[in-house]
């Protein structure tokens, strides 16, 4: 939920900064409303091929994590220097 808030704040801000230009009236103009709309459109766009992206990659990234962290475990069970037998 933070993470989506987060988002939705950036975008909210940005389409905000570059769309609405006069600050005088209580509603937004056309051609305003248009400028939001349209932006708003192409970041939830973008935001979602990111997603889809993310969603496609992470199964292998966790297993790359998995097969490294079980690797990193067998070796560290061993000393580093053998100590001599007495």
Same mark, same amino acid.
């Given at each position: !939920? ?24 209580? !509603? ?7 400028? !939001? ?12 091929? !990111?997603?889809? *992206? ?5 199964? #292998?990234?966790?297993?790359?994590? #998995? #097969?490294?962290?079980? #690797?990193?475990?067998?070796? *560290? ?7 001599? *037998?007495?």
């Amino acid at each position: !939920l933070r993470d989506f808030l987060l988002v939705y704040n950036r975008m909210t801000e940005f389409c905000f900064r570059h769309c609405v230009c006069n600050l005088n009236y209580r !509603l937004l103009t056309g051609r305003e409303e248009s400028c !939001l709309d349209s932006c708003a459109a192409r970041l939830v766009r973008a935001n979602h091929r !990111l997603m889809g *992206a993310y969603v496609g990659l992470m199964p #292998a990234l966790l297993q790359r994590r #998995a #097969a490294e962290h079980g #690797a990193s475990a067998g070796p *560290a069970a061993l000393p580093d220097s053998p100590e001599p *037998a007495p």
